[in-house]
């Protein structure tokens, strides 16, 4: 896989070491799911030449997956002890769930989206 210059040390050692090497910073996990996110998105919008070149993509496209169950991984283990980092964990749960076939409105998701709704309401209730 040819790596992506955007992405940092922790992020590249986590291909081979897992979860374990990602920061337990909510706010970068977050950016990594976000940043994963849109080299996903290049990847499915290039066309290839060549079945070769198809099979590279293939590879970058599964390398990236793996990368983001990681950074779930890790966001799963570390404790939130903000409302701003329980809204971080909410931001990555989201990014999951846009590459899901679920429906969005399922009792779950609306549940979950409802959640985040109360957290930015009491934030800024607390910010008065």
Known sequence: MCIDPKLDVQLIRAIREG??????????????MSLIGRLLEEKANELEPSWEAACAMAKEIETL???????????????????????SKL?????????SEEEPRTPRNRLILSIEDDLQRLAFQAAL
């Open 91 to 99: 931001a990555i749960w989201k990014a999951l769930s846009e590459g």
């Open 19 to 32: 979860a374990a090497a990602l920061p337990g910073d909510l706010d970068r996990l977050c950016a990594y």
């Open 65 to 87: 997956q793996l990368l983001e169950s990681a950074v779930a991984e890790r966001a799963v283990g570390t404790a939130a002890d903000t409302l701003a980092a329980v809204r």
